[in-house]
């Protein structure tokens, strides 16, 4: 397994997930984010993320958008972070040149769902 961390900064950092990026992820048929974590859960946030929240969260206020969590962030301040988890490259080459029934098998031991 490979992990790729990006950090996003600023105070619109969550926008450009929602608005520049979701026909890239959601058209490829990747499954949205879920909450998970004690500060989900201390936050009341549970299942599939949905956009608005996702904003005001890293935007440094609750879910609802109502009131600042914490200090103030600056653009420069880190938000959250990214983390990106690929297979490695012998795992893509196995899928690709598998039968239906190893596909099948590559894939359910990829699903972070189970």
Do not use: C
Not at 15 to 29: F, H, I, M
Not at 30 to 57: C, I, K, Q, Y
């Amino acid at each position: 397994m490979t992990a790729r961390v990006s950090t996003l900064k600023g105070l619109n950092a969550g926008v450009y997930y929602t608005e520049q990026l979701p026909s890239y992820y959601l058209d490829a048929g990747e499954p949205r984010g879920v909450w998970f974590g004690d500060a989900a859960m201390s936050l009341g946030l549970a299942g599939v993320v949905d956009d608005a929240t996702f904003v005001h969260v890293i935007g440094g206020l609750d879910p609802t958008g109502s009131f600042v969590l914490g200090r103030r962030h600056g653009e420069e301040s880190v938000r959250a972070f990214d983390v990106t988890f690929s297979a490695p490259k012998s795992v893509s080459v196995l899928w690709g040149l598998a039968d239906e029934t190893t596909r099948a098998e590559v894939l359910a031991a990829h699903d972070a769902r189970r």
